[in-house]
């Protein structure tokens, strides 16, 4: 879930500003399966993204202050010569729509309001915001990092330009272009965050809580909700084609890896020890 309070551990702001160590949060949790026998998710996954947040200080160490450029690390690679290169656009009054949950995409929204108002964003809410922004509205991604730099009580320069940085595909690794309505439904199955940070869509089912622009205008009156006046309509059709697939017709229809081409094949933009550097972490084999 993406509500509730325990959903996450909330220790990010004491972690970007040094009041706790990356490192005493790993040791408690290797001391909390020790003890109690319990190996799950929930400890795997807490371990996992404080070891992205020191990867990416690293990161930073390595390719300096060109994480700030709109080529990122790529350089003049981005410029036409790699797959991930691209024009960058900026629309003003789009990125405003962005930034006060008013994109129509009640996900998008849900996030971008949550922040507003407490300062806070879950890493799943970030990863797909930052896609929408970067992969489906084509924006110059520097804007949205230096939106989330204004106004994250977690925010940490190294996480959050490198995160942005690799979202839009300027690292040159793999891109990740999120499915927003699939993540919705999958993270928010009956759409009770959307509801509470959207109460415009709060009388609308879960069948279309995550799609509401399918409401036609019996059911918009039904639910207490007109689209274009309560809740804005999409400012993106929601069957965008991925620019980052060469045949948008391999896997239509499919989740992200579920096309003719086997997920964890031989991907050009991945490194040749990632893969083993993924399975060895997932064995467990980091010691603290």
Same mark, same amino acid.
């Not at 998710?41 to 700030?68: D, P, Q």
């Given at each position: 879930?993406?509500?509730?309070?325990?959903?996450?551990?909330?220790?990010?702001?004491?972690?970007?500003?040094?009041?706790?160590?990356?490192?005493?949060?790993?040791?408690?949790?290797?001391?909390?399966?020790?003890?109690?026998?319990?190996?799950?998710?929930?400890?795997?996954?807490?371990?996992?993204?404080?070891?992205?947040?020191?990867?990416?200080?690293?990161?930073?160490?390595?390719?300096?202050?060109?994480?700030?450029?709109?080529?990122?690390?790529?350089?003049?690679?981005a410029q036409g010569n790699h797959p991930n290169s691209r024009k960058w656009g900026l629309n003003k009054k789009t990125?405003?729509?962005? @930034? !006060?949950?008013?994109?129509?995409?009640?996900? %998008?929204?849900?996030?971008?309001? *949550? #922040? +507003?108002?407490?300062?806070?964003?879950?890493?799943?809410?970030?990863?797909?915001?930052?896609?929408?922004?970067?992969?489906d509205l084509n924006m110059d991604w520097r804007y949205g990092a230096d939106h989330f730099e204004s106004t994250l009580l977690d925010h940490?320069?190294?996480?959050?330009?490198?995160?942005?940085?690799?979202?839009?595909?300027?690292?040159?690794?793999?891109?990740?272009?999120?499915?927003?309505?699939?993540?919705? @439904? !999958?993270?928010?199955?009956?759409?009770?965050? %959307?509801?509470?940070?959207?109460? *415009? #869509? +709060?009388?609308?089912?879960?069948?279309?809580?995550?799609?509401?622009?399918?409401?036609?205008?019996?059911?918009?009156?039904?639910?207490?909700?007109?689209?274009?006046?309560?809740?804005?309509?999409?400012?993106?059709?929601?069957?965008?084609?991925?620019?980052?697939?060469?045949?948008?017709?391999?896997?239509?229809?499919?989740?992200?890896?579920?096309?003719?081409?086997?997920?964890?094949?031989?991907?050009?933009?991945?490194?040749?020890?990632?893969?083993?550097?993924?399975?060895?972490?997932?064995?467990?084999?980091?010691?603290?």
């Open positions: 879930g993406m509500l509730g309070g325990d959903d996450s551990t909330k220790f990010s702001p004491w972690l970007a500003h040094g009041c706790i160590s990356p490192r005493f949060v790993a040791k408690e949790c290797r001391r909390y399966e020790e003890e109690t026998g319990i190996t799950n998710k929930s400890t795997y996954w807490v371990v996992f993204e404080l070891l992205w947040g020191c990867f990416f200080r690293m990161f930073a160490a390595k390719h300096g202050n060109s994480i700030f450029f709109l080529d990122g690390t790529l350089g003049r690679e990125l405003q729509a962005w @930034k !006060d949950g008013m994109t129509g995409y009640p996900l %998008v929204d849900a996030n971008m309001r *949550e #922040l +507003a108002a407490t300062g806070f964003m879950s890493n799943r809410g970030r990863q797909n915001v930052a896609s929408f922004l970067a992969l940490d320069v190294y996480a959050n330009w490198g995160n942005w940085c690799s979202a839009a595909g300027m690292t040159g690794g793999r891109v990740n272009r999120f499915n927003i309505v699939k993540q919705s @439904k !999958d993270y928010d199955k009956e759409g009770d965050y %959307v509801r509470h940070w959207c109460p *415009e #869509l +709060a009388n609308v089912p879960s069948k279309l809580v995550h799609e509401p622009w399918k409401m036609n205008k019996e059911e918009q009156q039904q639910y207490e909700v007109r689209l274009g006046v309560d809740y804005p309509n999409p400012i993106i059709k929601s069957t965008a084609p991925n620019p980052y697939q060469r045949d948008n017709q391999r896997g239509k229809g499919k989740g992200r890896g579920e096309g003719n081409k086997k997920r964890g094949g031989n991907n050009p933009n991945r490194g040749r020890g990632q893969r083993q550097d993924m399975k060895s972490l997932k064995q467990g084999d980091y010691k603290f």
